[in-house]
């Protein structure tokens, strides 16, 4: 069984402060990592995606992927309280159309 | 740009009940789409998927089935509901080939009574 672990948190940081949030992996031939944010009540929202080893910042996000280590972590630098929400990891397993999708965990940026 | 639409947005149904979710894609062609419920305090759980019209693949049995019967259009249905079909109910789509990443609709609650 292919899966992707989170911990559930909650994660409590400070406003202002960097949040890290990891994911590990079963599949070793996977590929394709992705981290969606998810407000209560609401749809996932595609908010990074990494395919290769190393870091991808976009703005006050950065996800860093080391596959030898199979796990995939997001960084969330000056944290906001609207950054407080559910954040999910998913891959995509090499070869399928599918996605495997972590329980996720609850950020909490305290103002 | 590409929009996706899921309708209702929330149902309450009775145990037994029939039961019809649509979803539908906007500007993009033979997108590859996908079912999947939240439980309550849970993670996604993938029902079904579709590469084409007419082409549904099922990860979990039970008492839904999907239907796609034109390319941007995606139905989950069940004939008599169960408690346990409570949840949020999401549709997804992403481009067929290429770039992976996927993007997901607004959901529909559904309440199971």
């Known amino acids: 069984q292919k899966e992707v672990e989170q911990n559930s948190g909650p994660l409590s940081v400070p406003e202002g402060a960097i949040a890290s949030l990891n994911c590990t992996y079963s599949?070793?031939?996977?590929?394709?990592f992705f981290w969606y944010r998810q407000y209560s009540g609401k749809s996932p929202e595609l908010i990074m995606f990494?395919?290769?080893?190393g870091d991808k910042e976009d703005g006050r996000f950065t996800a860093q992927l080391n596959k030898a280590s199979q796990y995939v972590s997001l960084l969330i630098r000056d944290s906001q309280p609207s950054d407080s929400a559910t954040y999910l990891c998913?891959?995509?397993?090499?070869?399928?159309?599918?996605?495997?999708f972590g329980t996720g965990t609850r950020l909490k940026v305290l103002a | 740009s590409q929009t996706i639409h899921q309708w209702p947005a929330t149902l309450v149904q009775p145990v037994g009940s029939p039961l019809s979710l649509e979803c539908t894609v906007e500007?993009?062609?033979?997108?590859?789409l996908y079912w999947y419920r939240q439980a309550a305090g849970r993670g996604l759980q993938l029902l079904f998927y579709?590469?084409?019209?007419?082409?549904i693949s099922s990860e979990v049995p039970q008492n839904l089935s999907a239907s796609r019967p034109q390319d941007r259009q995606f139905i989950l249905s069940s004939k008599k509901l169960l408690l346990s079909d409570s949840g949020f109910y999401l549709c997804?789509?992403?481009?067929?080939?290429?770039?992976?990443?996927?993007?997901f609709g607004p959901g529909t609650r559904l309440t199971v009574l």
């Open positions: 599949d070793r031939g996977s590929q394709s």
């Open positions: 990494i395919y290769s080893n």
């Open positions: 997804a789509w992403r481009v067929a080939g290429g770039s992976r990443e996927q993007f």
């Open positions: 500007g993009t062609s033979n997108p590859n």
């Open positions: 998913a891959v995509n397993p090499s070869g399928t159309y599918k996605y495997i």
């Open positions: 579709s590469v084409g019209i007419g082409q």
